[in-house]
């Protein structure tokens, strides 16, 4: 099928960050290795990127911890972004939701490889992310910001994230595509 039928091409992927730490400290005593983080966390932003129409990025953090088999307990962070360009005949809204959905399940499906790539040597690896339905990811992410907006927006002071906890917890609020604005010249740290 050619580009112009209304299909996302992937142009490039970045991983901006892969962190791995293992604790292999169980070995020697059952009760001195952390306890790894409970489940999955995942966030996503989708933004424009500077001077490429027709193009979003979809920047994804993947967080959580791993125990395997033997007692040792290995923690990663991992942040990538991948570049899509979109059919000229589409509105931005419908590009950012197919690149949600549909890129978004691609990025993951790349940083599930990545981490076992990097963790398949590893005492107590390889690390091998969940399976997902992405589109539910998507669903719960959404649904917990337009809920934490409409809170907002009666005036009541700010919930902690922590009242409604979640293995598919957003702990930054993701930019909606359809409001999305360019990036600014200037990154903050």
Not at 83 to 100: I, T
Not at 121 to 149: F, H, M, Y
Request: with cysteine.
């Amino acid at each position: 099928m050619s580009h112009d039928m209304g299909i996302i091409q992937l142009r490039d992927v970045y991983l901006a960050k892969m962190h791995v730490a293992g604790d292999a400290r169980a070995l020697a005593n059952k009760n001195t290795a952390p306890k790894p983080p409970d489940g999955l966390a995942i966030r996503y932003d989708v933004f424009i990127p500077f001077d490429l129409p027709h193009h979003l990025v979809i920047r994804l953090e993947v967080r959580g911890g791993w125990r395997s088999s033997v007692p040792v307990t290995i923690q990663y962070d991992v942040i990538a972004e991948a570049l899509f360009e979109y059919p000229k005949h589409w509105d931005l809204k419908l590009a950012g939701r197919v690149v949600r959905l549909q890129g978004g399940s691609m990025l993951y499906g790349i940083v599930r490889g990545y981490l076992l790539a990097a963790t398949g040597g590893c005492l107590g690896g390889p690390v091998r992310l969940e399976t997902v339905n992405w589109s539910d990811v998507v669903e719960t992410i959404e649904a917990k910001q337009a809920a934490r907006a409409a809170h907002e927006a009666t005036g009541a002071p700010k919930r902690p994230d922590s009242d409604t906890p979640s293995p598919l917890a957003d702990k930054k609020k993701p930019v909606r595509v359809d409001t999305a604005k360019r990036p600014s010249a200037k990154r903050k740290s």
